[in-house]
């Protein structure tokens, strides 16, 4: 979506030493991708940057890419998103135009973009929404998601913290409750405090019902895990709130990010609004 974030994005693939291309031509992308294989000078690792300014992209791009993939090449789309105030927000911030508004109302060609762009988003096996996230914290879920991967074959799990005051992330595939367990929010000397540390982890990890509850998850993800794997999924985002995502969500997010770790999967942990209340 135009306003989501694709040029901070961008700029994240090249500081990884990405070859980037803004705006390429659908049609030229299978033959862009073979001179890669000749030129010593391009790398092997390409992010392009594809949307609704190119007339023929959405018409072409389920065939070319089905060309590409057939060609050996490891193909993967990232769709950037944000709601719509959000979006609207971002263009009276910056003064531009959005791609779609000639004189019409900015709403009517956020929702016009958003209704042609539905199949892709469908489509991409990759999904960030930006509403909540500034330059800084994308440009940094983009490294992660991108500069670390070992095994482009497995499914890379990215495990959000968060507080269900502030929103469920839209781009979460599974969402965890954990309001059920002990709030350390009321015990005054862990109140300043976070999943982060120590203290808090032990409180809430040393309670019956959680390790009760763990048990069960680590169960659930043993099953899931490899289903998600047998079909091909490539990102899993696994969303676990609190109230107001500082205390226990954290703490769970740190166990489900050390669980993964262990079993050999490749995992980044985040904690979206960690800082938004002391």
Known sequence: MSGSGKSTALRAFEDMGYYCVDNLPIALLPEFLSLTEKSTEIPTRVALVMDVREKGFLD???SIFSQVKSKGFHLEVLFLDAADNVLVQRFSQTRRKHPLQSK???FQ???EERRRLRGLREYADNYIDTSNRNVHQLRQIVLDMYSY???LTKPLIHVISFGFKYGVPADASLVLDVRFLPNPYFV???R??????DKVYRYVHDKEQTKEFLKHLESLFGFLIPQYHAEGKVYLVVGVGCTGGRHRSVAIARWLGDMFTQRGEEVIVTHRDLDREG
């Open 60 to 62: 072409k791009y389920e």
């Open 149 to 151: 991967r070992e095994d």
């Open 192 to 197: 300043g405090l976070s999943g982060l540390d």
């Open 104 to 106: 019409g109302d900015i």
């Open 109 to 111: 060609a956020i929702a």
């Open 188 to 190: 005054p000397e862990l």
